[in-house]
Nanobody, 118 residues
Framework: QVQLVESGGGLVQPGGSLRLSCAAS????????MGWYRQAPGKQRELVAS???????KYADSVKGRFTISRDNAKSTVYLQMNSLKPEDTAVYYC????????????WGKGTLVTVSS
């Protein structure tokens, strides 16, 4: 089992920045994809960004050019740098770890709330 703990959420004004962190409770195989999802009130959970390595990342169209995902395998941590935040970025952000193998597994954090409002 792996526990994922997110941090860094909060209230920020439009145009501001936040950095989310997600730490895993044990070391993670570097090829296991990690990602950030978000869920706004009344909406389905959606992928924000995912990463296998620095040159292997994916972003939702709505955050391209504003958000950057990165990971530190030595710390078993994934980050999401969010710049130029908009009110529509308001959501609970969840960290995800997808483990590869004979029985692939998905692990989720409990989420951290990001509110973009003036």
């Amino acid at each position: 089992q792996v526990q994922l703990v997110e941090s860094g959420g909060g209230l920020v004004q439009p145009g501001g920045s936040l950095r989310l962190s997600c730490a895993a409770s044990r070391s993670i195989f570097s090829m296991n994809p990690m990602g950030w999802y978000r869920q706004a009130p009344g909406k389905q959970r959606e992928l924000v960004a995912s990463i296998i390595s620095t040159d292997n990342t994916k972003y939702a169209d709505s955050v391209k050019g504003r958000f950057t995902i990165s990971r530190d395998n030595a710390k078993s941590t994934v980050y999401l740098q969010m710049n130029s935040l908009k009110p529509e970025d308001t959501a609970v952000y969840y960290c995800n770890l997808h483990t590869l193998g004979i029985v692939p597994m998905d692990y989720w954090g409990k989420g951290t709330l990001v509110t973009v409002s003036s």
